[in-house]
C-alpha cells in the first residue's frame, strides 16, 4: 500500500532508464535498500513449500526479453544494467540508486513498477502488463533471494547472462519426474507432460476415439488420410495391437517419408527456379529425390546433416553425398544482364550462413552481419569467421555451375544392363573364327587388287601466306609456317602453295609441335590445343582468277572428344571444327579430299585457308605443313560418292481417276531404265530443269498445288556398299534407287529435314536416284541430305595398312583390320554392328535424360574472407579465418578431409562444421529438432518461437521435456523415427482434442497440453488430403516436378513469359510438394495457404484464414476434378442407397462415419441437387464434364452432377481439411 503512495511522486518518467532521485519520503527508505542490497549475498532460502526457482531458465529469459532492449549492454536507461549480474544488483544510476532487494519483492523497486497498475509508469514501457505467471516467477525469485550465478569477469565484453542463456549449456538428460496420476502414463513424455499439468491443476484429456486416433497419426506421418480399408482393419483389431500396426505401417511408409521431405524443403528453400528477376528455370529435384530417399532410409540426423552441408568434402563422395549438397546450392541465382556477379555470389554464401544458423541452431545469426547482435552474444566478426566456411565454394551469383550428372537408379541399372550387352558384342566380334579370318584375307586380296600402285607424298612449297590480327607466318626450312606474334582470339591464315603438274589426289595438313608454344603445341591456346573450324580450297590461275576445289572427305590420326571431329572443317559451320585435345604436345595430321582427283595446268596454283573461328580463344595452329599426293587408290577407298546436280520435271496435274501417289507419269514410266533428260513428258510437254543451286541439306521449294513432281541424279561411287539417305517431304515421297522402288512413304506433313531414313547399296560408278514428291495441298517442297561416310568406307589409316605387306603390318594394323572386317565388311558381324548401334543408341538417349544435379563444391585455392562492413560486401575490413562463435562449444578435433585429419595448420572447412553442428557437445542442434518435431506432432513448439532460440525468443514451456528429447534423440543415434514412435505411443499424443469452458479459460493456448491440438492442414496437405479422399492421388514416388493445373495467366507477367502446361497423365494428380515451384510465381493455392516463396528459408509457416481459401476449394480446378472422382467412388458403390453412398463418401473424407442428423442434411442437399439438375440438363452436364480421369462406365449425367455437388461439400467441411 505504501508503494502505491508513493507513483504520484514521479508520474513523468516512463522507464526506470529516466527514474529521478526520489522525492522527501522516498528517501526514508534508501537507506533501509542500501542495508538489504548488501545482505543479498546471504541469499534467503525459499519459503517451506515454494518450489526454487531457476534463475537461468525462468527469470534470465523474462529479463532477456522485457529489459534488456532498454536496460542493456547497448543501452541503459536510467543508469540501469540488467544483463549482467553486478550492475544489476548495483541499481540505477549507475550504481546509485538500488532497485533490487534480494529477500524482499514488495520492496524492491524494480518489481514495483511492473505490478503497477498505471500503465504510465508500468514497465516495460508500452506494451501489455507482464503475464501473471512471468510475474509470479519474478516476485518468488526476488522473495527467494533473487539468486544470480556468477557469470565471466564483468569487464569482458560480452554479457556473461548471454553466456548462460539456457539454450546454450549443455544437453544433458535430465530425470523423469513423478506425477500422482501414474496409471495415465505411458512414457516418460506423459511424466514431464503430466508434471506439468498437476502443477497447474488441470487433467488430461481423455483418449481420442479410434477413428480420430487412426485419422490423426495418418495426417501427422504421412500427411494423407486414412483408406476406409486402413479404417476397417484398424477397427477390426485389438486396441493395442492395432495401434502398433499401424505405427510400424506408417513409419515405413514412402508417404511418411514424402510428408517430412515436404517440410524439409521449406528449410533447404528448394525450388525449381533461379530467383530474382529473370527467375530461369532450375533442375534440382534429385536433391529432392535423395532428401526423401533419406528419410525413407531412416538416415541418421547427424549424417543426414554432413551429407547436405559437405557430403563432398566426405573421403570418396558418392554420387548421392554430393547431390546432398543441393542443400546449399537452393541459393538464389542472378542471370539479369549487367549485374556484378560477385554482389549475389556473397548474398548466397551469407544466407547459407543464415540458413544454416537458422535450421540447425534455431538462431537469429543475419543481425549480426552488419554489427554485434544487440540482443545474442554474437558479434559481427563472429558473423563472418563462421561466413568463411562457406565461402570457398567454386559456385558464382550467375551461373548453375558446379553440376554434375546425376542418374537415377533406374537410368543407372539400365545402363548397367546395356553395358553388360555391349561387351557381349564385343566379345562375339572378338571371339576366334577361322572361316571369318579366310573370308578376311580374301576381301583384303580383292581390295589391294583393285587399288592402283601406292602414290607418293610431295611436300608443299608455300609461295605467300598471310594470318590477321598481326600474328607472322614464318616459313622454316623444313617446309613448315611457324605463326608469331601476339596471340588473337581467332585468325585465318591464307598460303598459297606452288603445284608442280602432278596429280593432286589427296592433301595432307600436318599440325606440329614447336618449343615456342604452350606445351609444345601444336596450338598456342594457353593448353596447346587449336580448333581448326574450316578448310577451304582454290586454285588460282596465272592471271590470279581462282576456281574453288569441293573438299568431301577429311581423316585425322586424332580427334578430340565432345564432337571435334575432323569432318567438322567441312561442315560449313564457323562454330565447329576440328581440335586434338586428349593428345597435346605431339604432331598430328589430317587429310582432306577433293571431291575427283585434278591435275593443275601450268602456273596454276593452290589457296588454302585455315579457318579457326572458334569461341574458344586463342584456340589457333601455331606450326603446320602441306603435302599433296598422287595415291588414286587411297582417294578412291576414302572419298564419300559424288552426287551431281538435281534435275526437276513437274509439276504432273492430278488424274481424272485415282491418287497422285499411285499414278506413274512419265519419269516413272520409263522404269526400270534410266530417265531421259531430253524427254518431253505428258499433255504439257513437262521438260527437265537443271537446278544446281539445290544444295544438300536443307528444304527446297517446289511448283505447284495438287500435283506430282519428279527428282532425278546421278550418284558417283568409288567403290560398292552401303549408303544412308536421309529425306524430308511435303506430302508423300516414293524413291527409286538403279531403277526399283527402295522407299515409298504416302503421309501427309510439312517438309524437314531427316523425316525418313533409307539406306541402299551403292554399286561402283554411276548410281541412279529418282524421287517422286507429291503434294496433297498447301506448301510443296522436299529435302535430302546423304552421309559423307558409307558405312564399309575404310578410313585413311586402314588404307595405309592394306598398302603394307601383310607380313610387314605390326599388330595395331591388323587389329583394326580385323575389328573392321567384322564389324563394316562381313553380314554377321553387320548385323552385330547394328546390334551395336541400337545398344549404343539407347545409351545416348539414356545419358541425354539424365538429369542434372547442382552441388557444391570446393576451390583448389582458397578465398580470403573479409568482416564486410555494415554487411556490404564492397567494403571489406579485416580478414578472418573460418570459426566458431566462441560462447559455444569448440570444432571438433577429429574431423577426417579428403586431406586427410584434421590438424592445427589446416584451415577448418565445411566438413569440420558439419560435424561441429552434430557433435555431442552442441546444444542447439538437438533442442531446435525436437522442438520442429514437437511443433510436427503437436501444433506448436516447446519453444515457440521455432526459428529464436536466442534471448528475444521465448522460454521452454518444457524445458526439462525438451532436454529429455534432445538427449533421447542424441543417445539414439539421433535416430528420428525413433523419437516420432516415443511421440506417437504416448498417452499425451492420443488425447482428445475436446474443449471444456474451464480447460479453456486454465490455458486457452493449451500450453501444458491437457488437450489434443486441433488446426488445419498445410497448403499442400489438404491438396493431398482430397486427391486420396477422391481415389485421384497418383502414389508414384520421386522424380521431376509436375504441372498440376492452375489459373491461366499466373506465368504471364514473369520474366519468361513461358506459359504453364497443365499435365493430361497422372502427374496432374501427383502430391503437392512435386508441383513445379516457380520463385516468381507460386502455385496460386498454395500461397492463399500460406507456402512461401522459397526465396528464404522458412522454418514455420503462419497460418491465415481467409475467404478465399474457402472460395479456392471449392472453385480450384483440381479440387473440382476431386469431387467429381469422388461423386463416381460414391456412384459406384456396389448395390448402394443414397444413405449409403453419403455415408462412404463422408468416411472417406473425415475417416468416420456421419451423425444421424449430419447424414439426414446431405440427403435433403442431394434431393435439392438432383431436382435442380434434372431441370437444366445442360447445367448437368457442365457439372458431370468438369475433368478427372476418364470414366470406367457410363453415368446418368444428372445424379453424377448432383452427386458433385455432395463430394465438393463433403471435401470442404472443415472437418476434412483440419487434423484433429
Known amino acids: ?94 550504481g546509485k540508486n538500488p ?14 513498477r511492473i505490478v503497477v497498475e498505471d500503465e504510465f509508469d508500468r514497465m516495460p514501457p508500452d506494451e501489455d502488463p507482464l503475464p501473471a505467471a512471468e510475474v509470479e516467477i519474478l516476485r518468488q525469485w526476488l522473495d527467494q533471494g533473487a539468486n544470480w550465478p556468477q557469470g565471466q569477469a564483468e569487464e569482458e565484453e560480452a554479457s556473461p547472462v548471454h553466456l548462460r542463456h539456457w539454450a546454450y549449456n549443455r544437453v544433458e538428460k535430465p530425470p523423469v519426474p513423478k506425477v500422482q496420476d501414474a496409471a495415465w502414463v505411458r512414457n516418460p513424455i506423459d511424466q514431464f507432460l503430466l508434471a506439468g499439468m498437476e502443477a497447474q491443476g488441470l487433467k488430461p484429456n481423455p483418449e ?68 530474382y528477376e529473370k527467375d530461369g528455370r532450375r533442375v534440382m529435384w534429385r536433391y529432392r529425390n535423395w ?96 561466413l568463411a566456411f562457406f565461402n570457398n565454394t567454386q559456385d558464382t551469383g550467375n551461373q548453375t555451375a558446379p553440376e554434375l550428372n546425376a542418374p537415377t537408379e533406374e537410368q543407372s541399372l539400365e545402363l548397367a544392363e546395356l553395358d553388360r550387352q555391349f561387351e557381349a558384342l564385343q566379345k562375339t566380334l572378338s571371339q576366334d573364327d577361322p572361316e571369318l579370318d579366310r573370308e578376311q584375307r580374301q576381301w583384303e586380296a580383292e581390295l589391294r587388287n583393285r587399288m592402283p600402285e601406292v602414290g607418293i607424298w610431295r611436300r608443299a612449297k608455300a609461295l605467300q601466306y598471310q594470318a590477321e590480327h598481326g600474328v607472322q607466318l614464318t616459313p622454316q626450312r623444313d617446309g613448315s609456317l611457324v605463326a608469331s606474334g601476339p596471340p588473337a582470339k581467332t585468325n585465318r591464315y591464307e598460303v598459297e602453295y606452288e603445284l608442280d603438274g602432278d596429280l593432286v589426289a589427296a592433301i595432307r595438313l600436318e599440325c606440329l609441335t614447336h618449343g615456342d608454344l604452350p606445351y609444345n603445341g601444336p596450338g598456342r591456346a594457353g593448353n596447346g590445343n587449336f ?234 560408278g554411276e548410281n541412279h536416284l529418282l524421287m517422286k514428291i507429291v503434294n496433297t495441298g498447301g506448301d510443296y517442297a522436299f529435302a535430302f541430305s546423304m552421309d559423307r561416310k558409307t558405312e564399309n568406307r575404310l578410313p585413311y589409316s586402314l588404307v595405309h595398312a592394306l598398302q603394307i605387306e601383310e607380313s610387314r603390318r605390326h599388330d595395331g594394323h591388323k587389329r583394326k583390320l580385323r575389328e573392321f572386317y567384322r564389324q563394316k565388311v562381313h553380314p554377321k558381324g553387320r548385323q ?65 578431409t579428403k586431406e586427410g585429419t584434421a590438424s592445427e595448420n589446416r584451415v577448418a572447412n565445411r566438413l569440420d562444421l558439419a560435424r561441429w553442428l552434430v557433435d555431442r557437445d552442441n546444444p542447439l542442434t538437438a533442442r531446435v529438432l525436437v522442438n520442429r518435431l514437437w511443433l510436427a506432432y503437436f501444433g506448436q513448439g516447446l519453444v515457440s518461437t521455432i526459428e529464436d532460440f536466442g534471448s528475444q525468443g521465448a522460454r521452454p514451456t518444457h524445458p526439462e521435456l525438451l532436454d529429455w528429447l534432445a538427449a533421447e534423440l542424441m543417445d539414439s543415434g539421433w535416430n528420428l523415427r525413433h523419437l516420432e514412435r516415443l511421440i506417437l505411443e504416448s498417452a499425451a499424443y492420443r488425447q482428445s482434442a475436446k474443449v471444456d469452458a474451464d480447460a479453456l479459460a486454465s490455458d486457452p493456448l493449451n500450453l501444458w497440453m491437457a488437450r489434443a491440438p486441433r488446426y488445419r492442414l498445410s497448403a499442400e496437405g489438404i491438396r493431398d488430403l482430397c486427391l486420396q479422399a477422391s481415389g485421384l492421388l497418383t502414389e508414384k514416388v520421386g522424380g521431376p516436378s509436375v504441372f498440376p493445373p492452375q489459373p491461366d495467366g499466373t506465368w504471364a507477367m514473369t520474366y519468361s513469359g513461358e506459359k504453364w502446361t497443365a499435365a493430361l497423365d497422372d502427374n496432374r494428380w501427383r502430391r503437392g510438394m512435386y508441383t513445379f515451384w516457380r520463385r516468381t510465381a507460386p502455385y496460386p493455392t498454395f500461397m492463399l495457404f500460406d507456402a512461401p516463396s522459397r526465396e528464404v528459408c522458412i522454418t514455420m509457416r503462419e497460418k491465415s484464414n481467409t ?26 458403390l456396389p448395390g448402394a442407397d443414397a444413405a449409403e453412398r453419403i455415408d462412404h463418401g463422408f468416411l472417406r473424407c473425415t475417416s468416420r462415419l456421419p451423425k444421424p442428423q449430419e447424414r439426414e442434411v446431405l440427403l435433403q442437399l442431394f434431393a435439392q441437387e438432383l431436382a435442380y439438375y434434372r431441370s437444366d440438363p445442360d447445367a448437368a452436364m457442365q457439372m458431370a464434364e468438369n475433368g478427372g480421369p476418364q470414366p470406367t462406365q457410363d453415368y446418368d449425367e444428372v445424379e453424377l452432377a448432383a452427386w458433385t455437388v455432395i463430394a465438393n461439400v463433403l471435401l470442404n467441411l472443415d472437418e476434412t481439411l483440419t487434423r484433429s
Open 1 to 94: 500500500m505504501r508503494s502505491r503512495l508513493l507513483w504520484p511522486l514521479f508520474r513523468r518518467p516512463r522507464s526506470l532508464l529516466r527514474v529521478k532521485p526520489p522525492s522527501l519520503p522516498l528517501l526514508f527508505l534508501v537507506p533501509g535498500l542500501l542495508l538489504l542490497s548488501l545482505t543479498a549475498l546471504a541469499q534467503e532460502p525459499a519459503p517451506t513449500g515454494e518450489k526454487k526457482v531457476d534463475f537461468l531458465r525462468e527469470v534470465q529469459p523474462i529479463l532477456e526479453a522485457r529489459c534488456f532492449s532498454c536496460h542493456g549492454a547497448k543501452k541503459q536507461k536510467a543508469g540501469l544494467r540488467l544483463d549482467q549480474r553486478a550492475a544489476a544488483l548495483a541499481g540505477s544510476k549507475f
Open 99 to 112: 532497485v533490487i532487494v534480494p529477500g524482499n519483492s514488495e520492496e524492491s523497486l524494480f518489481f514495483q
Open 208 to 275: 481420442a476415439d479410434p477413428n480420430t486416433l487412426l485419422r490423426r497419426a495418418h495426417l501427422d506421418v504421412t500427411g494423407l488420410p486414412p483408406t476406409t480399408d486402413d479404417i476397417q482393419r484398424f477397427l477390426a483389431m485389438d486396441g493395442e495391437e492395432a495401434w502398433q500396426e499401424s505405427l510400424d505401417r506408417l513409419l515405413s511408409s514412402p508417404a511418411r517419408a514424402e510428408h517430412h521431405a515436404s517440410r524439409w524443403l521449406d528449410l533447404a528453400r528448394y525450388a525449381d527456379s533461379h530467383g
Open 291 to 386: 532428401v526423401i530417399q533419406a528419410f525413407q532410409d531412416n538416415m541418421p540426423f547427424d549424417q543426414f546433416t554432413i551429407e547436405q552441408i559437405a557430403g563432398d568434402l566426405l573421403p570418396e563422395p558418392t554420387l548421392e553425398q554430393r547431390i546432398a549438397t543441393g542443400f546449399h546450392r537452393n541459393t538464389m541465382i542472378n542471370q539479369e544482364g549487367g549485374i556484378d556477379p560477385e554482389e549475389f555470389r556473397v548474398a548466397a554464401v551469407m544466407d547459407r550462413v543464415n540458413t544454416t544458423m537458422s535450421v540447425w541452431m534455431g538462431t537469429t545469426f543475419a543481425c549480426a552481419s552488419c554489427h554485434n547482435h544487440k540482443y545474442d552474444p554474437f558479434s559481427q566478426k563472429e558473423y563472418y569467421q563462421f
Open 531 to 764: 580448333v581448326l573450324s574450316e578448310v577451304q580450297a582454290e586454285i588460282v590461275g596465272p592471271q590470279g582468277r581462282s576456281n574453288p576445289i569441293l573438299l568431301t572427305a577429311a581423316e585425322a590420326d586424332h580427334e578430340q572428344k565432345d564432337g571435334f571431329l575432323a569432318e567438322k572443317v567441312l561442315d560449313g559451320d564457323l562454330n565447329t571444327g576440328w581440335a586434338v585435345g586428349g593428345q597435346l604436345g605431339r604432331p598430328h595430321e589430317l587429310l582432306l579430299f577433293p571431291a575427283a582427283p585434278f591435275t593443275p595446268r601450268p602456273g596454276q596454283k593452290l589457296r588454302l585457308r585455315l579457318l579457326q573461328q572458334s569461341p574458344y580463344h586463342e584456340h589457333t595452329l601455331g606450326r603446320f605443313r602441306i603435302w599433296f599426293s598422287d595415291d588414286l587408290g587411297l582417294h578412291h577407298l576414302i572419298a564419300p560418292p559424288i552426287a551431281d546436280a538435281w534435275h526437276v520435271a513437274g509439276p504432273f496435274p492430278p488424274p481424272v481417276e485415282g491418287s497422285l501417289f499411285d499414278t506413274p507419269y512419265g519419269p516413272e514410266l520409263t522404269l526400270p531404265g534410266t530417265p531421259d533428260l531430253q524427254a518431253d513428258m505428258g499433255a504439257n510437254r513437262v521438260n527437265w530443269t537443271n537446278r544446281p543451286d539445290w544444295t544438300d541439306g536443307r528444304v527446297h521449294a517446289l511448283q505447284g498445288g495438287r500435283a506430282a513432281t519428279y527428282l532425278y541424279r546421278t550418284v558417283r561411287a568409288f567403290q560398292p556398299g552401303p549408303l544412308r539417305l536421309r529425306l524430308g517431304s511435303d506430302d508423300a515421297i516414293k524413291l527409286w534407287w538403279n531403277g526399283e522402288l527402295v522407299h515409298a512413304n504416302n503421309v501427309a506433313r510439312g517438309a524437314a529435314l531427316d523425316q525418313d531414313l533409307v539406306t541402299v547399296e551403292m554399286q561402283a
Open 832 to 896: 552385330i554392328a547394328k546390334a551395336f548401334e541400337e545398344v549404343e543408341n539407347k545409351r545416348k538417349r539414356i545419358r541425354s535424360e539424365i538429369p542434372k544435379a547442382m552441388v557444391m563444391a570446393e576451390r583448389p585455392e582458397t578465398r580470403a574472407t573479409h568482416v564486410m562492413l555494415k554487411g556490404n560486401f564492397l567494403i571489406p575490413g579485416d580478414e578472418v579465418q573460418a570459426a566458431v562463435p566462441a560462447v559455444l562449444h569448440p570444432l571438433p578435433s577429429n574431423s577426417d
Open 1107 to 1132: 475467404p478465399l481459401q474457402a472460395l479456392a476449394v471449392l472453385n480450384d480446378p483440381v479440387f473440382v476434378e476431386a469431387a467429381s472422382a469422388l461423386a463416381r467412388c460414391m456412384l459406384e
